[in-house]
T-cell receptor
Framework: DAKTTQPPSMDCAEGRAANLPCNHS???????VYWYRQIHSQGPQYIIH???NNETNEMASLIITEDRKSSTLILPHATLRDTAVYYC???????????FGKGTRLHILP | GAVVSQHPSWVICKSGTSVKIECRSL??????MFWYRQFPKQSLMLMAT?????????EQGVEKDKFLINHASLTLSTLTVTSAHPEDSSFYIC??????????FGAGTRLSVL
């Protein structure tokens, strides 16, 4: 799997949009970008994934650059419950593994 | 999304005993499940891939005789920590894929070995 680079931590004010960046400059053509988050003492929660088009669901939006070398996860209206470690993962969809990096610790400030 | 259930959520045991952790896919069949371990303030580390009806595949450095994995059905995988010691205390998490696109994770099991 391609490596990803994320900032170790970020702050965001409650109610504002949280924009979490991820670099994956060595991504291959058949690799998807996935985002998961882990709230303290819980298992990781799937957020969203995409190949090359921007994606949106009830939780977040995923913006992937045209060259696919980076992406941004957007939480449109952050709440205190969004405080978590966010992991950006690149993998082939049919691959049998997810390898976690260190992720970004997002702090939502009241 | 699909639901993956883990049991127990918390277990305390004496050193030298064995502990079994169950991972179930509640609303889908999973030919493959995965087991992770997470130490405090660290990321998840993949331990092994559990394959229904065959032997598990362990990551480098993970002792297969220490961490026994059984995947007897399409909805159940178990991880047994044998002869547990305090250094095995950790947060153990399983996951399963629905249709190979999305992996869903259990809530985790916190193991404390006294």
């Amino acid at each position: 799997d391609a490596k990803t680079t994320q900032p170790p931590s970020m702050d965001c004010a409650e109610g504002r949009a949280a924009n979490l960046p991820c670099n994956h400059s060595t991504i291959s053509g058949n690799e998807y970008v996935y985002w998961y988050r882990q709230i303290h003492s819980q298992g990781p929660q799937y957020i969203i994934h995409g190949l090359q088009n921007n994606e949106t669901n009830e939780m977040a939006s995923l913006i992937i650059t045209e060259d696919r070398k980076s992406s941004t996860l957007i939480l449109p209206h952050a709440t205190l419950r969004d405080t978590a470690v966010y992991y950006c993962i690149v993998r082939v969809a049919r691959d049998d593994k997810i390898i976690f990096g260190k992720g970004t610790r997002l702090h939502i400030l009241p | 999304g699909a639901v993956v259930s883990q049991h127990p959520s918390w277990v305390i045991c004496k050193s030298g005993t064995s502990v079994k952790i169950e991972c179930r896919s509640l609303d889908f069949q999973a030919t493959t499940m995965f087991w992770y371990r997470q130490f405090p303030k660290q990321s998840l580390m993949l331990m092994a891939t559990s394959n229904e009806g065959s032997k598990a595949t362990y990551e480098q450095g993970v002792e297969k005789d220490k961490f026994l994995i059984n995947h007897a059905s399409l909805t159940l995988s178990t991880l047994t920590v044998t002869s547990a010691h305090p250094e095995d205390s950790s947060f153990y998490i399983c996951s399963a894929s629905e249709g190979w696109i999305i992996q869903y994770f259990g809530a985790g099991t916190r193991l404390s070995v006294l």
